[in-house]
C-alpha cells in the first residue's frame, strides 16, 4: 500500500459491501488504493446479524429446531466466504479455526438461551457482537494476503461507551484517547488497524471487565466517525451499496439524484428523519471538526458520492432533500381544561418516556387545547393506554377530551439549510400538496428553519414527496 500522505483516513466497508467472498476481494483493492495511513472499520457480512437475531429468538421462543437451522445458516455463511477468498491453505485453516470456535461457543449460548426462554438486552449483544468480530479477521486476512501490513484491534479496546446494551451511547472523550494510544502506534509502522464496527465497551462497574454492547443497528457507521474524529483523519469513508445521498427515495421518486454535497447539519436531519444510508448519530462525532464524510458506492469506487462536510452551498436550492418515515401514528391530547394548566407537556413526555417510546414530531397549538405527536405505528394503541391512565382524573372531568390516534401516517422532511430567511419556502410546500388534494394533518418547523416537517396520511406520502421534489426541481440539483 503506498503512504503519498501523512494524514490518516477511515474506511468503512458495510455489510452489503462484504456480501461474499469477491466482496471482500474487492474492498481489499480499495484499501490498497488509498494513500494514506488507513485505518479500517468492518460490518458483518450481508444478512449475518439478522440470522444471528433469528439464532436468538428462537431461542428464547424454547425451539431447537429453528435454533439449530439458523445456526446452520450462519456456519454456511462464513464458509462460503471462506472458500471464495484468496488466501493460502494455512491462513485459510487458520481462520477456518476461528470460525468453529466462534460457532461453538454460539451454540453454547444459544443452548443456555433455549432452556431459560429469557434473552436479555445484554446476550442480545453478545450473540450478534460475532458477526461484526468474524468479519474483521477474514477481511484483515485478505488484506495480509494483497500485501497489506494489518492487525485487527477488537473495538472494545477503543471505542468507550456509556452503555445501555442494544444502543450505546459513545463516551467521546475516553474514546478518543483509547484510539490515540491503541492505533497511532500501528499505523505510524505502516499497520492498517481493522476494526470491527458496531461494537464497543461499557465500563459499566468499577474494577470490573468493561462488558460489551452494541451502538444500534448501522453502528459501523458511527464507530467509523469515532476513529475519524481520534485519529484527526482527513476524511472518513462510507463504502456503501448506493452511489450517495440522494435526494428522495428512488423507489418512491424515480426523479432523484445524488446530492454532491450537503452540509452535517442537513444530513444529520435526513438520517433523523428515515434517510437509512447513515446512521441518525453517525455525525455527531465530527460535527465542528474539520472532518469530511464521503458516502461513495462500493460498486463504483471512481464516483464521488456526497460529501458530507462543514461548507455550506450557496446555490439556488435552499432545500436539498427529502425524507420519510411511513408507519407512524398521530397521538392528539386535546381538551378545553388543558389551556393555561402547567406541566401537561412533560406529564405527556415523561410518560411516555418511562415506558421506552420515543417521539420523532411534536406539535402544540397556541391555544394550549392540543397536543400532537408522532409515535411508530407498532406503540400507538401503548401509548395511548399509558396516556388514558396517566390523564385519568382529567378525563373523568372533562378537562381532556381523551387520547385519539390516527393511525396509517407518514411523517415527510423537508431538508436544506438555504430556507433560512428565505421567504415562501414553506408556501411552495403546501401549494405544491393543495395542487394534488394531498392533506396535511400535522406540521412542525424550528427556529432554525433546517426542516418543515409535516404529516400525511400514508396513502398520499409517495404523491406528495413527488410533487414537493418537482417543486423545488431536486432534479436539477448542479
Not at 17 to 46: M, N
Not at 55 to 75: C, I, Q, S
Not at 458 to 476: G, P, T
Amino acid at each position: 500500500m503506498t503512504r503519498k500522505s501523512r494524514s490518516p483516513e477511515v474506511y468503512k466497508f458495510g455489510g452489503a459491501s462484504l456480501a461474499d467472498g469477491a466482496a471482500y476481494q474487492h474492498a481489499a483493492d480499495i484499501s490498497k488504493t488509498c494513500g494514506a495511513p488507513l485505518a479500517v472499520v468492518c460490518s458483518a457480512p450481508a444478512g449475518v446479524t439478522d440470522l444471528l437475531l433469528a439464532v436468538a429468538d428462537h431461542a428464547r421462543a424454547g425451539d431447537r429446531e429453528k435454533t439449530a437451522t439458523a445456526l446452520e445458516a450462519v456456519r454456511e455463511k462464513y464458509r462460503v466466504v471462506l472458500r471464495q477468498v484468496a488466501l493460502g491453505q494455512r491462513p485459510k485453516a487458520e481462520l477456518a479455526g476461528v470460525v468453529d470456535q466462534s460457532m461453538a461457543e454460539l451454540e453454547m449460548l444459544a443452548g443456555g438461551l433455549v432452556a431459560l426462554r429469557e434473552l436479555t438486552a445484554r446476550t442480545s449483544d453478545l450473540v450478534v457482537s460475532r458477526g461484526e468480530r468474524l468479519s474483521a479477521e477474514i477481511f484483515c486476512a485478505v488484506l495480509r494476503a494483497g500485501g497489506v501490513k494489518a492487525q485487527v484491534v477488537d473495538a472494545l479496546e477503543v471505542v468507550h461507551t456509556d452503555g445501555p446494551f442494544g444502543g450505546a451511547a459513545p463516551h467521546l472523550a475516553h474514546t478518543d484517547a483509547a484510539v490515540r494510544a491503541r492505533l497511532r502506534p500501528l499505523m505510524s509502522r505502516g499497520v492498517a488497524p481493522v476494526v470491527p464496527g458496531f461494537l464497543g465497551a461499557w465500563h459499566k462497574e468499577h474494577g470490573q471487565p468493561p462488558a460489551l454492547v452494541t451502538l444500534g443497528r448501522g453502528g459501523s457507521d458511527l464507530t467509523a466517525t469515532l476513529l475519524g474524529r481520534a485519529l484527526e483523519a482527513s476524511r472518513v469513508t462510507l463504502w456503501k451499496d448506493v452511489p450517495g445521498l440522494l435526494t428522495a427515495d428512488p423507489r418512491v421518486v424515480p426523479e432523484a439524484r445524488v446530492i454532491p454535497q450537503l452540509h452535517v447539519r442537513e444530513a444529520a436531519e435526513l438520517a433523523y428523519y428515515g434517510a437509512k444510508v447513515l446512521h441518525s448519530r453517525a455525525l455527531i462525532p465530527v460535527q465542528g471538526k474539520p472532518i469530511p464524510v464521503f458516502v461513495r458506492p462500493f460498486a463504483e469506487p471512481s464516483a464521488p458520492g456526497t460529501e458530507i462536510s462543514s461548507h455550506q452551498s450557496t446555490d439556488r436550492h435552499p432545500v436539498k432533500a427529502l425524507s420519510a418515515v411511513s408507519g407512524q401514528a398521530l397521538v392528539t391530547v386535546a381538551g378545553r381544561g388543558l389551556l393555561g394548566v402547567p406541566g401537561v407537556a412533560a406529564r405527556t413526555f415523561a410518560t411516555l418516556s418511562a415506558h421506552g417510546m420515543s417521539v420523532s414530531l411534536i406539535t402544540q397549538a397556541s391555544s394550549e387545547q392540543s397536543i400532537c405527536f408522532t409515535v411508530p405505528e407498532k406503540e400507538a394503541k401503548a401509548a395511548k393506554e399509558h396516556l388514558d391512565r396517566a390523564f385519568h382524573d382529567e378525563i373523568a372531568r372533562r378537562d381532556v377530551d381523551g387520547i385519539q390516534v390516527q393511525t396509517g401516517m407518514t411523517t415527510i422532511a423537508v431538508v436544506g439549510l438555504g430556507m433560512a430567511g428565505m421567504p415562501g419556502i414553506a408556501a411552495r410546500v403546501f401549494s405544491a400538496l393543495a395542487s394534488q388534494e394531498i392533506n396535511v394533518v400535522a406540521i412542525a418547523q424550528g427556529s432554525s428553519e433546517l426542516n418543515i416537517s409535516l404529516v400525511v396520511a400514508s396513502a398520499q406520502a409517495a404523491q406528495a414527496q413527488r410533487r414537493i421534489h418537482s417543486a423545488f426541481q431536486l432534479s436539477k440539483l448542479p
